[in-house]
Nanobody
Framework: VQLVESGGGLVQPGGSLRLSCAAS????????MKWYRQAPGKERELVAT????????YYGDSMKGRFTISRDNAKNTVYLQMNSLKPEDTAVYTC?????????WGQGTQVTVSS
């Protein structure tokens, strides 16, 4: 089982990034997918969730209207489009695949929002 995130980096406030998480080793379309983030000295925070078929999404309050989660089950990939980024969005972003019985994590990708 692998979850490999990519797309992180340094961006100026107000900018955008698109994170990707490529999955392998399990039936991707059967898993709800989530993005979490953790900033230094802070607890891990749920960023967004998308259901197996992409029909339902959920966002943390501070992400609503700025972030969009999506998935492509044909490519076994989940995405996180992040717009209007703020310095407080700086964190390691990690994707998570979950069912009632299984729970997989990626290694994370660093997002730094700074001028």
């Amino acid at each position: 089982v692998q979850l490999v995130e990519s797309g992180g980096g340094l961006v100026q406030p107000g900018g955008s990034l698109r994170l990707s998480c490529a999955a392998s080793g399990f039936t991707f379309s059967s898993y709800h997918m989530k993005w979490y983030r953790q900033a230094p000295g802070k607890e891990r925070e749920l960023v967004a969730t998308i259901t197996t078929n992409g029909g339902t999404t959920y966002y943390g309050d501070s992400m609503k209207g700025r972030f969009t989660i999506s998935r492509d089950n044909a490519k076994n990939t989940v995405y996180l489009q992040m717009n209007s980024l703020k310095p407080e969005d700086t964190a390691v972003y990690t994707c998570n695949a979950r069912t009632l019985s299984y729970n997989y994590w990626g290694q994370g990708t660093q997002v730094t929002v700074s001028s």
